[in-house]
Protein backbone atom coordinates (compact mmCIF):
# COMPACT_ATOMS: atom_id res chain seq x y z
CA UNK A 1 0.00 0.00 0.00
CA UNK A 2 3.17 2.44 -0.29
CA UNK A 3 3.69 4.43 -2.64
CA UNK A 4 6.20 6.40 -4.47
CA UNK A 5 6.34 9.14 -6.15
CA UNK A 6 9.04 10.85 -8.03
CA UNK A 7 9.70 13.91 -9.85
CA UNK A 8 12.55 16.31 -10.51
CA UNK A 9 13.11 15.21 -14.26
CA UNK A 10 13.33 17.27 -17.24
CA UNK A 11 15.77 18.44 -20.03
CA UNK A 12 19.11 19.19 -19.86
CA UNK A 13 22.46 19.80 -21.54
CA UNK A 14 25.10 17.41 -20.99
CA UNK A 15 27.80 17.88 -18.28
CA UNK A 16 24.48 19.68 -16.58
CA UNK A 17 22.67 18.40 -13.28
CA UNK A 18 19.80 17.33 -11.93
CA UNK A 19 18.34 16.27 -8.51
CA UNK A 20 15.25 13.74 -8.22
CA UNK A 21 13.08 13.15 -5.32
CA UNK A 22 11.34 10.37 -4.30
CA UNK A 23 8.27 11.14 -1.53
CA UNK A 24 6.41 7.90 -0.17
CA UNK A 25 3.68 7.87 1.54
CA UNK A 26 4.81 6.65 4.83
CA UNK A 27 7.78 6.68 7.36
CA UNK A 28 9.79 3.35 5.69
CA UNK A 29 13.22 4.63 4.32
CA UNK A 30 14.72 4.24 8.32
CA UNK A 31 13.55 0.34 7.61
CA UNK A 32 14.18 -0.39 4.32
CA UNK A 33 16.68 -0.52 1.14
CA UNK A 34 15.87 1.83 -1.13
CA UNK A 35 17.12 2.16 -4.64
CA UNK A 36 16.70 3.76 -7.85
CA UNK A 37 16.38 2.23 -11.26
CA UNK A 38 15.85 3.42 -14.67
CA UNK A 39 15.22 2.10 -18.04
CA UNK A 40 16.49 3.58 -21.13
CA UNK A 41 14.51 3.53 -24.72
CA UNK A 42 14.55 -0.16 -25.89
CA UNK A 43 16.42 -1.49 -22.60
CA UNK A 44 14.89 -3.18 -19.50
CA UNK A 45 14.96 -1.59 -16.02
CA UNK A 46 18.62 -1.39 -14.32
CA UNK A 47 19.42 -0.62 -10.80
CA UNK A 48 21.05 2.69 -10.59
CA UNK A 49 21.65 3.17 -6.51
CA UNK A 50 20.95 1.50 -3.22
CA UNK A 51 21.04 2.91 0.01
CA UNK A 52 20.45 0.84 3.47
CA UNK A 53 18.92 1.95 6.63
CA UNK A 54 22.31 2.36 8.23
CA UNK A 55 22.86 4.57 5.38
CA UNK A 56 25.57 2.74 3.23
CA UNK A 57 25.71 2.83 -0.44
CA UNK A 58 26.17 1.48 -3.89
CA UNK A 59 26.18 2.15 -7.14
CA UNK A 60 26.39 1.11 -10.70
CA UNK A 61 30.01 1.35 -12.34
CA UNK A 62 28.51 3.78 -14.81
CA UNK A 63 27.49 6.16 -12.86
CA UNK A 64 30.17 5.97 -9.79
CA UNK A 65 31.68 9.84 -8.93
CA UNK A 66 28.28 11.29 -10.87
CA UNK A 67 25.84 10.37 -8.99
CA UNK A 68 24.84 10.87 -5.07
CA UNK A 69 21.90 8.98 -3.57
CA UNK A 70 20.60 10.11 0.10
CA UNK A 71 17.44 10.35 1.70
CA UNK A 72 16.06 12.39 4.52
CA UNK A 73 13.96 10.14 6.65
CA UNK A 74 11.99 13.02 8.86
CA UNK A 75 10.31 13.89 5.20
CA UNK A 76 9.93 10.36 3.96
CA UNK A 77 11.85 11.62 1.13
CA UNK A 78 14.67 9.87 -0.99
CA UNK A 79 16.98 12.36 -3.17
CA UNK A 80 19.34 11.42 -6.59
CA UNK A 81 21.75 13.68 -7.54
CA UNK A 82 22.89 13.75 -11.05
CA UNK A 83 26.26 15.64 -11.81
CA UNK A 84 28.01 15.54 -15.31
CA UNK A 85 25.23 14.08 -16.98
CA UNK A 86 25.76 12.16 -20.29
CA UNK A 87 23.07 11.73 -22.93
CA UNK A 88 23.36 7.82 -22.20
CA UNK A 89 21.62 9.12 -18.92
CA UNK A 90 18.83 9.48 -20.65
CA UNK A 91 15.80 7.19 -19.42
CA UNK A 92 12.71 7.10 -16.79
CA UNK A 93 14.29 6.84 -13.39
CA UNK A 94 12.00 4.82 -10.81
CA UNK A 95 12.57 5.25 -6.86
CA UNK A 96 11.59 2.04 -5.34
CA UNK A 97 12.14 -1.10 -2.68
CA UNK A 98 12.76 -4.81 -2.78
CA UNK A 99 10.49 -5.41 0.13
CA UNK A 100 7.78 -3.02 -0.74
CA UNK A 101 7.58 -3.90 -4.67
CA UNK A 102 5.39 -0.81 -5.43
CA UNK A 103 6.61 0.83 -9.17
CA UNK A 104 5.09 4.63 -9.57
CA UNK A 105 5.36 6.32 -12.38
CA UNK A 106 8.63 7.50 -12.94
CA UNK A 107 10.11 10.71 -13.77
CA UNK A 108 11.98 11.31 -17.36
CA UNK A 109 15.38 12.54 -17.35
CA UNK A 110 16.07 13.76 -21.53
CA UNK A 111 20.18 14.64 -21.67
CA UNK A 112 20.64 16.20 -24.81
CA UNK A 113 21.73 19.15 -26.27
Known amino acids: QVQFVESGGGLVEPGGSLKLSCVAS????????MAWYRQAPGKQRELVAI???????NYVDSVKGRFTISRDNAKNTMYLQMNSLKPEDTAVYYC???????WGQGTQVIVSS
Open 96 to 102: NSPVINN
Open 51 to 57: ISPGGST
Open 26 to 33: GRIFSINV
